[in-house]
C-alpha cells in the first residue's frame, strides 16, 4: 500500500471517539519526535514551518515551504501532509508536482487570501484542477475559512464545503469551527471532517464523538514548544 494510500484509508472506518490525531511537525526533528510517539501520520502547519524558518505566517517563499516539508518527509517513515496556505499562486499542475517532488501524500489549501475569502465557485473550479493534476496521488483537504474571515455562518461553511467535495476534495476544514456546531457541520458535510483543536482545550475523543474524524493543531505544538524552551533559556541565565 502506498503512503497516500495509507493516508487516505486512516481517515475511514473510525469509531466515532476515535478521530485520527495528526501532529504538526515543524521541522525534520519535531517530526521524528511525533513519528517515535507512534503517531501513523503527521500534518505540517504552515504557520508553525514558517516560525522555524524564521518568517510571519504567510509570508514563507514557496521554495522554502516546499523544502522544509520534503526534510519533514524524509525524517520519518509514516505519510506527511503538508499545509501550503493557499497554493502560493501555482497552477494546479505545478502546485501537485512541487507537493509530489517533496514526498507529501496530502495538501491543505486555503479558501481564502489576505485575510478575504475567495468566491466559492472559482475556487471550487480550481479545487477541480488540483484533483485533475493530482489524480488519486494527493489527499485533498479543504480548508474553509468561514468562522475566521466570514461571518461564521454554518451553513455557509456547508455550502461552501458542498461545492469543494464535489469538486473531488478528500476532507473539509472549517477552521476556528466553535465546538457547538460540530453536530451541525457532520451532519450537512459529506465525508471526513477536519477540526482544529487547542492544546489543553476539549479532549480529542469528544471531538470525535461531536463529529470530527481528523484532528489538528496547527500551529500549536511549535508555540507550546518555543515556550517551553523559553522556560529552559531563562533557567540557563
Known amino acids: 500500500m502506498s503512503g497516500v494510500e495509507r493516508f487516505r484509508a486512516l481517515h475511514h472506518g473510525r469509531l466515532p471517539d476515535d478521530p485520527l490525531v495528526l501532529p504538526g511537525p515543524w521541522d525534520a526533528a519535531s517530526a521524528r519526535v511525533f513519528a517515535d510517539a507512534g503517531f501513523p501520520a503527521l500534518a505540517t502547519p504552515s504557520a508553525g514551518v514558517a516560525a522555524s524558518l524564521g518568517y510571519a505566517d504567510g509570508r514563507t517563499p514557496a521554495a522554502e515551504m516546499f523544502a522544509a516539508v520534503a526534510r519533514i518527509v524524509r525524517a520519518v517513515d509514516v505519510p506527511v501532509s503538508a499545509d501550503v496556505e493557499g497554493g502560493y499562486g501555482l497552477a494546479p499542475k505545478e502546485l501537485v508536482e512541487r507537493l509530489l517532488e517533496a514526498g ?88 471526513p471532517l477536519n477540526v482544529f483543536a487547542q492544546l489543553g482545550g476539549v479532549p480529542t475523543a469528544e471531538l470525535g464523538e461531536l463529529g470530527a474524524t481528523r484532528v489538528t493543531f496547527g500551529p500549536g505544538l511549535q508555540r507550546r514548544a518555543a515556550e517551553l524552551l523559553g522556560d529552559v533559556a531563562a533557567g540557563l541565565r
Open 104 to 191: 507529501a501524500v496530502g495538501c491543505n489549501l486555503e479558501d481564502s487570501e489576505g485575510g478575504v475569502l475567495k468566491d466559492a465557485d472559482r475556487h471550487a473550479e480550481w479545487l477541480a484542477e488540483v484533483r485533475s493534476a493530482a489524480a488519486d496521488l494527493l489527499f485533498v483537504n479543504a480548508r474553509v475559512d468561514v468562522f475566521v474571515y466570514g461571518d461564521g455562518d454554518p451553513e455557509r461553511v456547508i455550502e461552501r464545503a458542498a461545492l469543494y467535495v464535489s469538486a473531488g476534495a478528500d476532507c473539509v476544514y472549517p477552521i476556528g469551527a466553535p465546538t457547538g456546531v460540530l453536530p451541525l457541520l457532520r451532519s450537512g458535510i459529506r465525508g
